[in-house]
């Protein structure tokens, strides 16, 4: 129990610093190094490196190590067609199944209403802040109560959210995202479901433009 405690305090670690990006993408992940920074042994951080190699968030080279994975503007539009495509079948399932109360999306919604980021928090606080701003699409997936379907999103969901670092700072994209979200309920509410899947879609679109913007500005384009 005491490793398997050991192996989560790591690859938390890890997992918080991949996808805030203060590892960065291509980064050699050092065994020692990081035994000595963590004060733990290195079998639960080569058990850490086995799961985050699964989760796309690190690549494991014969003779060289392990490294961040990179990250690149097809990968992200692959992951979000992924997305978008999970998240509109969830709404079809709403629409075969006649839900139309989403309780824990709208909670989730509820929380995101006046959040916002301080400057200069840690990543463990920028990931919190990330997680929080994601639940609602986690808990759109969920309500879908199609357990196999949920874990398919579990499964992008690191990959989605170190794109999805790149630009939630943004001043005054989560107001609008907020206001996005609340139409795409409502019409659920109305069982309006085919508006709300295309909400959803241009919702999800909107992120594809501006994970564009992004990787211009880093390659100084």
């Known amino acids: 129990m005491e490793i398997i405690g050991v192996t989560e305090s790591v690859l938390q670690y890890l ?3 991949i996808i805030t990006g203060d590892l960065a993408p291509g980064q050699k992940l050092n065994e020692i190094a990081l035994s000595s920074r963590l004060n733990v042994s290195r079998p639960p951080i080569r058990e850490a490196f086995r799961i985050l190699e699964n989760e796309s968030l690190i690549i494991s080279l014969p003779r060289k190590g392990c490294f961040v994975s990179e990250i690149s503007l097809k990968d992200s539009h692959n992951v979000l067609e992924v997305r978008a495509m999970i998240e509109c079948f969830a709404v079809d399932l709403f629409k075969q199944k006649g839900i139309r109360e989403l309780p824990n999306a709208a909670s989730a919604l509820e929380k995101t209403e006046y959040s916002a980021l301080p400057p200069g928090v840690d990543a463990y606080e920028r990931y919190r802040y990330l997680r929080q701003i ?17 874990e398919i999103y579990n499964a ?3 990959s989605l959210a170190r794109y999805q670092s790149l630009y939630t700072y943004i001043p005054g994209l989560m107001d609008d995202s907020y206001k996005e979200h609340e139409k795409i309920l409502q019409f659920i ?3 309006n479901y085919d508006e709300a899947k295309r909400n ?3 919702h999800i679109n909107k992120f594809v433009e501006l994970i564009k913007g992004k990787f211009e500005e880093l390659n100084g384009e």
């Open 189 to 191: 509410k109305n069982e």
């Open 156 to 158: 992008i969901y690191p």
């Open 200 to 202: 959803l879609e241009l």
């Open 134 to 150: 994601a639940e609602f699409h986690i808990q759109l997936v969920a309500h879908s109560d199609n357990l196999r379907l949920v």
């Open 15 to 17: 997992r918080v610093h």
